[in-house]
């Protein structure tokens, strides 16, 4: 699949963007999702500003690196809100014995972070960068992990760091009267093991540092090393794994089929679809659950319920997978076996749940969002700007509840949705609140998904279930084939690049994460609030460190 | 006033009795008399050694640090929630703080960023302490053991009580984990306590290799660290 660019009146297309970049394009390096031009290094910031601003590109969606032998190279995936299937890519390379080159950071925020993650982990030095620090590994790490010549075995010193006060060094005097708090790793409010460095002046926020990388788990190492067939597919399920398997699963399913060209029988993408819904009502579940919790430490009512809720989905789906919480249920053109027999009572169970499901919701809104101390505590905070929004990247429920009209199973298509009745909620008071409400209501989006699929599979003729094509044994994309796909996950836009060197495994495996980039746009919504707004921020955002950290 | 029970409430109990020993059938009810009863004859005390009451008590009301990490810990909450509610075996309070737990479940994977705080969580536990290691993370680094940055497994770090196998195990391994663990505590047993390879040390101590050099200048030399020596480790 090649691109293809629409030209309208305020798009440009291939050759318009060939002509913009012009002579600073060395030469094209085209993926198979998008056109790829060749830049030097130390013109990274003029073409991106080019792209930015007139070429209307808004979206810095990835920044992936990598090592070859001869070069090191990073990718900047470019995509715009509007409409995500418009994608260019900006090849960087830079010189093995000197792996330095300029920031993108003044162009898009978004690339703070990731650029940060791409020195940690590849070693390229980013020129002018504000923060050229290590951001998963310990600080004293030594060497690069996925760069070629690392040693995996050599010994690590890691630091139990004191931990000192950020602003010490410049406003350290007897008046300054600012107190630092450290909020976890180890704290139930923060999802898991994240490290919020606070720096307070009374109740208010001033200054607010996540830190990550306490579940850096080497995802992408672990996926580099496994056959693209069957050892890969487990480990989506552990990227985002408040029962969101099966989205992640799709990521990769949908890169890898991209990559190889498979076809996928129309039966499986329904029963994909199915599944991957009941898994997002699973995960929206939990985060209203976690929400209440963080909010008004809600243990009792409403945690409850959001978690009697989610043993039924579930239930449901092990029932059609066999597991709980890793469902390993695709496969590379299909999924893996058909729904349960007897069939009639998969669909009887799965309707039961849809049936009682509105007067559940019915129930989350009288307890949740019609509460008056909820309403006190999130309407009007944890602000995030449209604009300041698509600065970093942000996509996803978190996105949508700044009013931006984004979802890639609308807006880049893929699985049976095209064909299905359902709309994408937004909720334009870029507040705590809204974030919560976009979220209750994808809740029963899905459902009516769910509803549909269901009928749909029920009518299914017998002998045209096909839940996977074929796909050859090993599978050997040809080197040097390149591809960045994302699909919707929970979180929101959850991308896989991945680079083929011609064997079964594939030569670079790069995950972007919807709640990396979300998280890192946390100061921006907080700095100046309250200490309790942090919080509830924090909730909102709905993070997964597993994703966050990979 | 005779010693006979008057027969106004003699009587209206009667039918229980009679229902009671109708259900028992013939012979005395040995369900009340148990091995310590049969010593003591009808006196009512129970003699037992201190310890063995505390140890009893531990076991049958233990509270557990609320202690999340990875994919384990949502099925760690899905116990403590609603349908399985571990409460019910009297170990279903978590609590925030490390100085009120007496149990720590350990659901997921270690990294190297995240042992030495996983330890001074451990460490700030008043004792006895016991732990649980759930999934297959903490009993060897899972999935992810072939990680540059995986620690191999929760012993590496802390002594370990119990491990619950599975990848995640079902909320239902976890119940017997913790009840096979509140069975070991009620006997007494505890955990032999390991030397681990890893402990916090003082930068300043650790011998004098090439890394410790380069890092010298960066280090202060009382700094707590944590070597990892991933090849040695098993
Ligand atoms: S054992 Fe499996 S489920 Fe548990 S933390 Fe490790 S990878 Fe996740």
Avoid at chain 1, 167 to 176: N, P
Avoid at chain 1, 353 to 369: G, H, I, N, R, S
Wanted: proline content about 7%.
């Amino acid at each position: 699949m090649s691109t293809d660019l629409t030209t309208t009146a305020d798009q440009i297309d291939e050759d318009g963007l060939e002509a913009l970049i012009g002579d600073r394009a060395l030469t094209r390096d085209d993926h198979k999702n998008a056109p790829g031009f060749v830049i030097r290094p130390d013109e990274v910031q003029s073409v991106l500003f080019d792209l930015r601003d007139q070429a209307g590109f808004d979206h810095l969606s990835c920044v992936t690196a990598q090592q070859y032998d001869d070069r090191y190279e990073s990718i900047y995936h470019l995509k715009t809100y509007d409409d995500p299937t418009r994608e260019v890519s900006v090849v960087v390379p830079t010189p093995v014995d000197e792996p330095v080159s300029q920031t993108a950071e003044p162009v898009f925020r978004s690339a703070d972070w990731a650029e940060r993650e791409n020195f940690d982990l590849v070693g390229i030095q980013y020129e002018d960068h504000p923060d050229m620090r290590r951001i998963l590994l310990p600080e004293t790490w030594q060497g690069h992990p996925l760069g070629l010549d690392y040693d995996q075995d050599k010994p690590q010193v890691v630091k139990f760091a004191q931990h000192a006060n950020p602003l010490e060094a410049d406003q350290h005097d007897t008046e300054s009267d600012t107190m630092f708090l450290n909020i976890g790793p180890h704290h139930p409010a923060t999802h898991g093991v994240l490290h919020v460095k606070a720096v307070l002046d009374g109740e208010t926020v001033v200054d607010v540092e996540p830190d990550i990388g306490y579940l850096h788990r080497c995802e992408e190492q672990m996926c580099e090393q496994g056959t693209y067939r069957h050892q890969i597919m487990p480990y989506p399920d552990r990227w985002d794994y408040v029962s969101a398997g099966i989205l992640n699963e799709w990521a990769y399913a949908r890169a890898a089929e991209d990559l190889a060209d498979l076809e996928v029988p129309e039966y499986a993408q329904v029963i994909r679809t199915m599944s991957a819904e009941l898994c997002r009502i699973a995960a929206h579940m939990l985060a209203l659950g976690t929400f209440a919790l963080d909010v008004y430490g809600d243990f009792t009512a409403i945690f409850q319920y959001a978690f009697r809720d989610r043993e039924v989905v579930q239930d449901i789906l092990e029932d059609l997978t066999g597991q709980r919480l890793m469902f390993n249920y695709f496969r590379l053109g299909g999924v893996v076996w058909d729904l349960p027999e007897p069939r009639e009572e998969f669909f009887e169970k799965t309707r039961d749940f849809l049936d009682e499901l509105p007067a559940k919701v019915a129930e989350y809104d009288d307890l949740l969002t019609g509460n008056e101390i909820f309403q006190l505590r999130c309407v009007g905070t944890g602000i995030l700007e449209p604009e300041v929004a698509k600065q970093y990247g942000c996509t996803g429920p978190t996105a949508r509840g700044s009013g931006i009209d984004v979802d890639l199973r609308r807006d880049d298509p893929y699985g049976y949705y095209e064909h299905l009745e359902w709309d994408v909620i937004t909720e334009d008071g870029c507040d705590n609140y809204s974030r919560v409400l976009v979220r209750m209501q994808e809740v029963e989006q899905s459902a009516k998904i769910i509803e549909q699929c269901i009928d749909l599979l029920e009518e299914w003729p017998e002998d045209e279930r096909e839940i996977q094509s074929n796909v050859p044994r090993t599978l050997k994309p040809p080197a040097d084939t390149e591809t960045y796909k994302a699909v919707e996950a929970a979180k929101g836009e959850l991308g896989i690049y991945i680079r083929a060197d011609g064997t079964d495994k594939p030569g670079r495996f790069k995950i972007r994460s919807p709640c990396f980039h979300n998280l890192s746009a946390l100061p921006e919504m907080v700095e100046g609030e309250y200490i309790p707004d942090l919080i509830a921020s924090l909730g909102s955002l709905d993070i997964v460190l597993g994703e966050v950290d990979r | 006033m005779s010693n006979e029970p008057r027969q106004s409430i003699y009587d209206s109990t009667g039918p229980v009795t009679d229902t009671r020993d109708a259900r028992m059938g013939e012979g005395v009810d040995d369900r009340f008399n148990s091995k310590l009863r049969e010593a003591f004859g009808s006196q009512p005390f129970i003699l037992t050694k201190f310890d063995q009451f505390m140890n009893w008590v531990r076991g049958s009301s233990m509270f557990m640090l609320q202690f999340g990490i990875a994919c384990c810990s949502i099925e760690m909450i899905h116990t403590y929630a609603i349908k399985h509610d571990l409460d019910r075996f009297g170990a279903g309070v978590p609590r925030a703080s490390p100085r009120q737990a007496d149990v720590i479940i350990v659901p997921g994977t270690i990294v190297s960023k995240f042992g030495p705080r996983m330890k001074r969580v451990y460490d700030q536990m008043p004792e006895p302490k016991f732990v649980i290691g759930m999934g297959s993370c903490t009993i060897s680094g899972g999935p992810f053991q072939e990680g540059y940055n995986v620690v191999k497994g929760a012993e590496e770090i802390i002594p370990v009580d119990i491990h619950v196998p599975g990848c995640p195990p079902r909320p239902e391994a976890l119940v017997y984990g913790v009840a096979k663990l509140q069975e070991r505590v009620a006997n007494g047993e505890t955990a032999p306590v390991v030397v681990k390879p890893y402990e916090l040390e003082q930068f300043g101590d650790l011998p004098r290799d090439e890394l410790v050099q380069k890092l010298a200048d960066q280090i202060d030399e009382d700094d707590l660290v944590m070597r990892y020596n991933w090849a040695d480790s098993p």
